[in-house]
């Protein structure tokens, strides 16, 4: 499974940077072809997203492109993106199955002979695309993530958009369950207040709590306190080392059950704990000799 | 062509430079080995009832009296706020005097006057540690007949403690001032907290002249530079504008590459093992520095770790850092805003010191020695880890060393920080166009796509690797700007030698020639 704590949006129409989106080594860089970029830019910005992939160096980012929508510039877009190799591509404002089958469809289309398949990144960000969350999940293979766009749903329900975010709990609720029953990652919203670190500490916590597998980010400024709150804590490998000499203890022992601290040691917690050890070990976090 | 010379990090140099005198080629860091006496000022007396008092500076200048040929210092505390130096030179002028060296420690663009002295041969010689602004870019041009000469914070002092830079008459800008001339820096309008680099002028110049706009009751407290140095006060409306003095750039960096620089700086430093009981530390004001310092605070407060103290040009936050225990003491030889003033007036643990105990590398022991780190800037740096300071990527002078090589030669591990590429030019390049510090002193280049450690430093690389950074050889980061860049020409510049930059030892480590204009 990949590792995405974090996904930076770049404006695919800076070229400064375009050039600098590797230095935070956010697991993924989103150069943006959508919300960043003004309608009479978008074929300038398409061409320099097009070279920004062929020639800088994002490092161990991902590289995933934000595409305009099926109804506006999508298809232009695909047919100058997906030929220069990105790794995925964002696709914004996804209201049902059919948006990303048709999306996988011109992708296949656009992709050169020998190409690794381009991934898709199904952006939620309307009241219709949580309803359709599920359907959305499980349409196409190419499809490794939701994630959710708080600001554009909320504006949509009518609500205000607060840290706390109590008013997109369903909408998290909805994306979580969904991505998790189609077995593919989901992705939180941004924090929006680059000058907050706090309110970003919170909300990142929160997200991993609910069970985000990493976060949109606007700001290159908020990359690695994304990445401090979803790796793994001490306190967390040690647990999941524990669980796992629980387990080969009792599989030594011949018994079919196991238990940790009196509580029962069942799959999805054996499963919780081998993620956690393969995230420590691919961060650098695990112990010596493990 | 003249006979020439090359020194020992291969910089061809002339035998004798006119204006200047003969050569003598930089060894190596540590390798020049004093053999003087020390400089001593002319022997004074005042009787009971002297005054020093004086009216206004012409009647200075008749009494010293000043004369054709002399050289005139100025400290440059109050940076881009200074009147001073123009006061004094406007004077110069009026009474016809020429063929002066101004040998003032730092020059800013609020200076443009000195272009105009120079033209009319008021002033031929120009002796300093920083140049910006339109003094810089008329030396750049070959103002002068006689190269300006670029020393280091402690190399002035060095050279004004063994005689070789000679002071006439020191005319010392000072804040608050007694009328017996007992000088500070912590009080009146123009408060600009440590008056260091005016130690070695009072200390050591034949005449010393206060002016003051802020006169206190005798005796004035604190006392920075004594009456018994002080010849002359002269009384004026002004002797700076806060606003320039104050300087702009000791806020944290927002940019986004300037901060992940500054967190992979701090890294480096934890790294290498130095966030420990006891840690020193200096930084300078620019906002990607300052921004170091705030990871290394963070670090220094998970740890619980109290360090011993901070040197240098001192900020607001610096004097936080102390304030809330990180530090036990700050070493401040020039303040960069009111809150480093305030602190020097209040806190007994916030030590003024001249720039000679700052960084002279000629005395028995300066403050840079104690350092563990120090986090450096650069306009560009080569292979051999060599740094310009002096000379912008047009080849027009754009700064100098300040206390830039002699922190570096002092501390246990001086950490350049650079961006990769600055606009659309690399900064890593074979060879840097003039050589202000030098490599076998510079340990570390933090980048925003890695970090190079010096070849000299095989048991930092071993560690940084350990810990996880991003360790690249410097080639390599080279080659990676310049696969984003191209590989850009290399300036080209007039014959004429317009500057000589001293090392802080008093040898010459490289020359600047006249600026010329690109093709």
């Given amino acids: ?290 | 062509m003249d006979k020439t010379i090359t020194n020992s990090i291969g910089r061809l140099l002339p035998e004798t430079i006119e204006g200047y005198g003969k050569v003598a080629p930089f060894a190596g860091a540590f390798a020049t080995v004093p053999e003087m006496k020390r400089q001593a000022p002319l022997v004074k007396r005042m009787l009971p009832d002297g005054t020093k008092r004086m009216q206004n500076l012409e009647e200075v200048f008749r009494l010293i009296p000043v004369s054709d040929g002399m050289t005139l210092s100025f400290h440059h505390h109050l940076r881009n706020g200074d009147g001073v130096v123009n006061m004094v030179m406007e004077t110069a002028s009026r009474l016809g005097l020429k063929n002066l060296t101004v040998a003032l420690s730092s020059v800013f663009p609020v200076h443009e006057p000195l272009v105009e002295h120079m033209k009319n041969g008021v002033v031929t010689g120009f002796d300093s540690n920083y140049m910006s602004g339109p003094v810089a870019q008329a030396i750049s041009r070959g103002v002068l007949a006689k190269p300006a000469i670029l020393r280091t914070h402690g190399g002035r002092a060095r050279a004004i403690e063994c005689g070789q830079l000679k002071i006439d008459v020191a005319f010392i800008a000072a804040p608050a001032a007694d009328e017996y001339g007992n000088l500070n820096g912590v009080s009146g309008p123009a408060a600009c907290g440590s008056l260091g680099y005016a130690f070695p002028d009072a200390e050591y110049a034949d005449h010393v002249v206060a002016i003051t706009d802020h006169l206190e009751p005798y005796p004035l407290s604190p006392i920075s530079i004594p009456q018994t140095r002080v010849d002359y006060v002269v009384t004026v409306e002004c002797i700076g504008d806060p606003k320039g003095i104050v300087s702009g750039t000791t806020r944290i960096t927002r940019d986004p590459v300037g901060l992940k620089i500054a967190e992979n700086t701090a890294r480096v430093i934890q790294a290498a093992g130095l966030i420990q009981e006891g840690f020193s530390f200096q930084t300078g004001a620019g906002g990607a520095t300052l921004a170091a310092a705030h990871f290394v605070r963070k670090m220094m407060e998970e740890k619980g770790v109290v360090g011993s103290f901070a040197l240098g040009g001192i900020t607001g936050y610096m004097v936080d850092m102390l304030e809330k225990g990180l530090f036990r003491k700050l070493i401040d030889v020039q303040g960069f805003d009111l809150e480093a003033v305030r602190s020097l007036a209040a806190n007994p643990n916030h030590l003024e010191v001249g720039a000679g105990f700052y960084a002279s590398p000629f005395n028995n022991g300066c403050a840079v020695n104690q350092l563990d780190a120090v986090v450096l800037g650069a306009t560009e740096i080569d292979t051999d880890f060599n740094v310009n300071v002096v000379t912008g990527s047009d080849g027009m002078i754009m700064g100098g060393s300040g206390g830039h090589s002699d922190a570096a030669a002092g501390a246990k591990v001086t950490i350049v920080v650079a961006n990769l590429l600055r606009g659309r030019l690399p900064i890593i390049m074979d060879r840097v166009l003039t050589a202000t510090t030098p490599g076998e002193t510079v340990d570390v280049l933090v980048t925003e796509r890695g970090v190079a450690v010096n070849p000299r430093r095989g048991d930092l690389k071993e560690r940084f690797t350990a810990a996880g950074l991003n360790v690249k050889e410097v080639q390599e980061l080279k080659d990676l700007a310049e696969r984003l860049a191209g590989i850009p020409e290399p300036i080209t510049t007039e014959d004429k030698i317009v500057a000589v930059v001293e090392y802080r030892d008093g040898t010459v480590i490289d020359v600047v020639r006249q600026f010329q204009v690109q093709p």
């Fill in chain 1, 1 to 290: 499974m990949e590792l995405r704590r974090s996904l930076l949006f770049i404006p695919g129409n800076n070229p400064a940077m375009l050039q600098n989106g590797g230095v935070f080594e956010a697991d993924a860089v989103i150069l943006d072809l959508e919300d960043a970029v003004a309608p009479q830019e978008k074929d300038a910005a398409r061409l320099l997203v097009a070279e920004a992939l062929k020639t800088v160096d994002y490092g161990a980012s991902e590289k995933v492109v934000r595409i305009n929508p099926l109804d506006t510039f999508a298809a232009e877009d695909i047919i100058t993106i997906v030929p220069c190799c990105p790794d995925a591509l964002l696709v914004p404002k996804v209201e049902c199955a059919e948006d990303i089958t048709r999306v996988a469809q011109m992708v296949a289309r656009a992709e050169q002979p020998g190409q690794k398949p381009v991934k898709l990144i199904a952006l939620l960000e309307t009241p219709r695309g949580i309803a359709e969350a599920y359907a959305v999940a499980k349409a196409d293979p190419r499809l490794v993530a939701l994630a959710l766009g708080a600001e554009d749903y909320t504006a949509s329900l009518g609500a205000k958009r607060t840290k706390e975010g109590t008013e997109i709990f369903n909408a998290r609720a909805a994306v979580l369950n969904s991505a998790a029953a189609a077995g593919i990652q989901a992705i939180d919203t941004p924090f929006t207040d680059a000058n907050d670190p706090e309110g970003l500490v919170a909300d990142t916590l929160l997200a991993k709590k609910l069970g985000f597998k990493g976060k949109l980010s606007i700001n290159p400024r908020q990359i690695s306190e994304i990445h401090r709150m979803f790796n793994p804590t001490a306190e967390e490998i040690d647990w999941a080392y524990r669980v796992i000499s629980a387990i080969r203890r009792a599989e030594a022992e011949g018994s079919g059950v196991a238990s940790l601290d009196g509580k029962m040691v069942d799959a999805p917690i054996v499963n919780r704990a081998e993620r956690t050890l393969y995230l420590a070990r691919i961060l650098g976090l695990a112990k010596e000799g493990e």
